[in-house]
């Protein structure tokens, strides 16, 4: 779009669609989903209410709202424009903002009325760091380490939410489910970030791959999936056989153990596969989650 052309609403809803990766919706919903299914046992309006709004409105802020403030790493960024994300026109940047908090709205409204103080708590943390992840003044994702971890929470906090506001029962093997969710969430941003290095020095952003550099987060983003298939094997079954699912993630980074900071955008070759074995991990680990309710049903 040229700085004089004015929007079309055809536009706008293009770009918003490009800005909230429509390939990683289900990364968000399902978590969720799951979570309120296998405790509730039952399909309600506050499944579907929470699925839909895990599924786009979620979707559309974290990821919008993170293109509004990288706008300079976007620019010089070649691989944005598609399923990694928009390079948003300027023009866009207030739209963007006003159609994620608009959208969010109504669910959140909805989610808060059938939900609980407890369950207020969670989805409240959870949207902050949807927001401060990018937005100033704390930019989470310009402090190495944390930038992982708040990733991380994005993905992990939905199943959380669901397992709150549905009143599930904590037991140590349902904690261990979460913190082996979290380690795997902490290593895909880890390694996503090696393949930006470059742009985002030139544009001043710091991350834990900036600030460490390439080969250290790939060795990190290793560690963390092997911590995540041994955290999965104190689960309760069949929990242990999930597992398996970080092999695939470890030999796709295997590969860039040895990478450097100049060479950092190679990764962008293994992201891509990422994009698709998370389709393949969600497909066995809904196998492994229908056992799990046919055994406990």
């Known amino acids: 779009m040229s700085a004089t052309e004015p929007l079309r609403a055809a536009t706008v809803v293009r770009q918003l669609f490009v800005a909230s990766r ?32 895990f599924l786009i409105p979620y979707n559309l802020a974290m990821y919008g709202i993170n293109d509004v403030f990288d706008y300079e790493s976007d620019l010089r960024n070649p691989r944005k424009g598609g399923a990694h994300g ?20 109504p669910f959140v409204v909805l989610l808060v009325v059938a939900g609980s103080p407890a369950s207020w708590l969670v989805l409240a943390a959870s949207l902050f760091f949807v927001v401060f992840y990018s937005a100033p003044p704390l930019r989470l994702k310009e402090r190495p380490f944390a930038d992982s971890v708040t990733s991380s929470i994005h993905f992990f906090s939905p199943a959380v939410y669901g397992l709150v506001l549905a009143g599930a029962a904590w037991t140590w093997q349902l904690i261990a489910v979460i913190v082996a969710f979290a380690l795997w969430g902490i290593a895909s941003h880890a390694f996503g970030a090696v393949q930006d290095v470059v742009a985002d020095r030139e544009a001043g952003i710091s991350s834990i791959a900036t600030a460490r550099g390439a080969r250290f987060t790939v060795w990190f983003a290793l ?35 040895g990478i450097t900071d100049d060479t950092a955008d190679a990764a962008t070759r293994g992201w891509r596969r990422f994009l698709w074995l998370n389709q393949l991990t969600g497909f066995g680990v809904t196998l492994l989650l229908i056992w799990y309710w046919l055994r406990t049903t």
């Open 22 to 53: 429509p390939v990683s919706w289900i990364n968000t919903a399902y978590p969720f989903a799951a979570a309120y299914l296998l405790t509730t046992r039952q399909i309600d309006a506050t499944l579907i209410v929470g699925t839909i709004f």
């Open 86 to 105: 928009a390079v948003l026109d300027r023009r866009m940047h207030a739209v963007t903002l006003w159609a994620s908090a608009l959208s969010c709205l």
């Open 223 to 257: 560690a963390c999936y092997a911590a995540a298939g041994v955290v999965m094997l104190v689960t309760a079954w069949p929990g242990p056989l999930a597992a398996l699912l970080a092999l695939p993630y470890l030999a796709t980074v295997w590969p860039f153990r």
